[in-house]
Nanobody, 122 residues
Framework: VQLQASGGGLVQPGGSLRLSCAASGFTFRRYFMSWFRQAPGKEREFVAAVDGSGGSAYYADSVKGRFTISRDNAKNTVYLQMIGLKPEDTAVYFC????????????????WGQGTQVTVSS
């Protein structure tokens, strides 16, 4: 099993980035896929999730209206489009595949990617 996140970088406040997470080694379309983030000195927190078909998405209140999660099951890839970025969005972003349980609970996820750094700064 492998989850390879990419697309992070340095961006100015108000800017945009699109993160990608390429999955392999499991039946991708059967799993909810999520993005979490972890800022320095803080706990890892839920950002967004999408169901197996891509038809339903869920977001943390802090990113609603600015971030969009999507997936392409033909490419085994999940995306996170981020606009209106703020300095408080600075964190390492992780993709994860959910085994079951509460979407926002880290223990619900069995597979994790290595993370990609997003830095929002002028």
């Amino acid at each position: 099993v492998q989850l390879q996140a990419s697309g992070g970088g340095l961006v100015q406040p108000g800017g945009s980035l699109r993160l990608s997470c390429a999955a392999s080694g499991f039946t991708f379309r059967r799993y909810f896929m999520s993005w979490f983030r972890q800022a320095p000195g803080k706990e890892r927190e839920f950002v967004a999730a999408v169901d197996g078909s891509g038809g339903s998405a869920y977001y943390a209140d802090s990113v609603k209206g600015r971030f969009t999660i999507s997936r392409d099951n033909a490419k085994n890839t999940v995306y996170l489009q981020m606009i209106g970025l703020k300095p408080e969005d600075t964190a390492v972003y992780f993709c994860a595949a959910r085994w079951g349980g509460t979407l926002t609970d880290l223990a619900s996820y069995g597979f994790w990617g290595q993370g990609t750094q997003v830095t929002v700064s002028s």
